[in-house]
């Protein structure tokens, strides 16, 4: 599931599992919890707030829980729990475009498929270069992507021939190439690296003491395809008490 | 007019001429032509599979038959024939889009107009370093571009200065300015090079052993604008037997 943790300004939202081999896959329950924190931290929101979503060991996360969707025990079943999940997930995209405060995702190892979304969600990523790539497997495992996962690919991922290698090549991207790409702001040599420089980062934005609403209104205002896609509404605000 | 032959699961369809120095143009005999060897590779379509498009000599493709408009013998019977290739074209286009398999562009010599569109339809496009150029000569002609034309060149070639350089500035790219402009994967310093090359990736590629109704769906999503304007849908599709 998730833990949710205040670092003074930052909020910081672990994806937790049962060992350092943890998929971090996100079922029902997961993508609840996730909400859950996300909504908490909306909730308790300052100027200087920030906002880091990461992990440990091995995996950032792997995506849905397709175990869970297999264990339906028919393959309609399956595609039932599998739709669901993507249903279910689609709110996660739309409430961190709406949360009001910088994030940053911190992928400490393998981002795939929902988890590979989940990062790019944020409004800076932040991964390993000696271990971990990103990867959209939906081509592999044979299956399309949902509207909200192209739209965000569209509205994050400039290069025509990068979103091309993302996801109709499913090429596994390392922290070198996600650079070059354009899909990650920094890496570094560890997990540790990975974590302080996330840290850095975060509290670097939050320093900046934004007006949260703002922020989330100009965030959404980058990515309006996306935005239509999940049914949210960009407005004008003005926050400044001398405006 | 074209040939298509079978390279283990490789499909290659080569635009044919009298000679080496023949422009392979299309005509509306060469359009229809294609059009059933896209349609052929459809329906022998498998997981593995692969097609690649080229020719041989100075040409790849330079554009539609305008000699073939020209012999109508007044202006009005030209724009007529123009026309007519213009929408001949469009489900050409569609149809690569629709392919259920991935797609090379071996582009040996010259690309121009529906020749230079030809090969942007497909996924991957490989050409000359040492000769050749991709030209979209259309405003140096005097013609305007279809809807479709303009639409497959805004979501394919992602920035907006090398959009501008092809179709309004009618430069002639050749391969090494063509691999900065992200127009092409890579280049190579001879015909047999390209084919090889071509060769290797379309292999490469088929190996993967993707679905190919998953694989359209995916790379129509990558396009919806272009799809949009070609009148195609695109649908969500599960191919994996667990789910």
Redesign the interface.
Same mark, same amino acid.
């Given at each position: 599931m998730c833990t949710l943790e205040k670092h003074g300004d930052v909020f910081v939202l672990t994806l937790t599992g049962s060992s350092d081999v943890d998929e971090h896959r996100f079922g029902p329950s997961a993508i609840d919890s996730i909400l859950s924190a996300i909504a908490k931290a909306k909730a308790e929101a300052t100027p200087g707030s920030a906002l880091i979503t990461t992990s440990h060991g091995k995996f950032f996360s792997n995506g849905l829980d #397709?175990a869970w =969707?297999?264990a339906a025990g028919s393959?309609a079943g =399956? @595609?039932e729990r /599998?739709l669901y999940m993507v249903e279910s997930f689609r709110p996660v995209v739309a409430a961190m475009m709406d949360l009001p405060m910088p994030t940053v995702a911190a992928v400490n190892g393998h981002a795939a498929a929902a988890g590979f979304t989940l990062a790019l969600s944020h409004d800076y990523v932040i991964m390993r270069r000696d271990k971990g790539v990103l990867y959209m497997s939906?081509?592999?495992?044979? $299956? *399309? #992507?949902?509207d909200y996962f *192209?739209a965000l690919f569209r509205a994050k991922v400039?290069? $025509? *021939?990068a979103?091309?290698d993302v /996801?109709? @090549? =499913?090429k596994k991207i390392k922290g070198e190439e996600a650079l070059r790409m354009g899909l990650a702001e920094a890496a570094y040599d560890s997990e540790e690296q990975v974590a302080e420089a996330s840290m850095r980062l975060a509290k670097q934005m939050a320093g900046r003491k934004w007006a949260g609403e703002v922020y989330a209104e100009i965030r959404k205002s980058l990515y309006p395809d996306l935005c239509g896609v999940l049914g949210l509404d960009i407005r004008a605000v003005v926050s400044n008490s001398k405006l």
């Open positions: #397709l =969707a297999q393959r =399956a @595609r /599998l939906e081509v592999d495992i044979g $299956a *399309t #992507l949902p *192209t400039g290069s $025509a *021939t979103r091309r /996801l109709l @090549r =499913a």
